[in-house]
Nanobody, 121 residues
Framework: QVQLVESGGGLVQPGGSLRLSCAAS????????MGWYRQAPGKERELVAA???????NYADPVKGRFTISRDNAKNTVYLQMNSLKAEDTAVYYC???????????????WGQGTQVTVSS
C-alpha cells in the first residue's frame, strides 16, 4: 500500500506565493521521478514540473522562472514553491511518483488526491 498526500494549497492573491508539499508513505522500495501536475476546470491535466531522483528538473513553459520543484529523498517528499502566482495558475494540483513497491520489481505511477490552488483578488 502506497499513499501520496499533498498539502499547502489555498487561496492567494495575484503576485503571491504558495508552497505545496507531497509526502509518499507505505511500502516504498525506490522512488524515481516525482512531479506536479495541475488540472483547471474544463481542461486536461498537464505537467507543471518534475524532478528525478538525482535532482534533474524540468518545467512547463508557463511556470518557468516562477515555480521551483525540489525533493527530500530521506523524507520521500516533493515540494513545489510557487511565486508570482497568476489567475491562470488556478487549478487542482496533483503530485505523482514513479516508484517501485518494496520487495518487488513492479514499478508504477502513484497519484495524490489533489490540492486546490486558487489565485484571485
Amino acid at each position: 500500500q502506497v499513499q501520496l498526500v499533498e498539502s499547502g494549497g489555498g487561496l492567494v492573491q495575484p503576485g503571491g506565493s504558495l508552497r505545496l508539499s507531497c509526502a509518499a508513505s507505505g511500502s516504498i522500495g525506490s522512488i524515481y521521478t516525482m512531479g506536479w501536475y495541475r488540472q483547471a476546470p474544463g481542461k486536461e491535466r498537464e505537467l507543471v514540473a518534475a524532478i528525478t531522483s538525482g535532482g534533474s528538473t524540468n518545467y512547463a513553459d508557463p511556470v518557468k522562472g516562477r515555480f521551483t520543484i525540489s525533493r527530500d529523498n530521506a523524507k520521500n517528499t516533493v515540494y513545489l514553491q510557487m511565486n508570482s502566482l497568476k489567475a491562470e495558475d488556478t487549478a487542482v494540483y496533483y503530485c505523482k511518483a514513479d516508484l517501485r513497491v518494496v520487495l518487488t520489481t513492479r514499478r508504477a505511477d502513484y497519484w495524490g488526491q489533489g490540492t486546490q490552488v486558487t489565485v484571485s483578488s
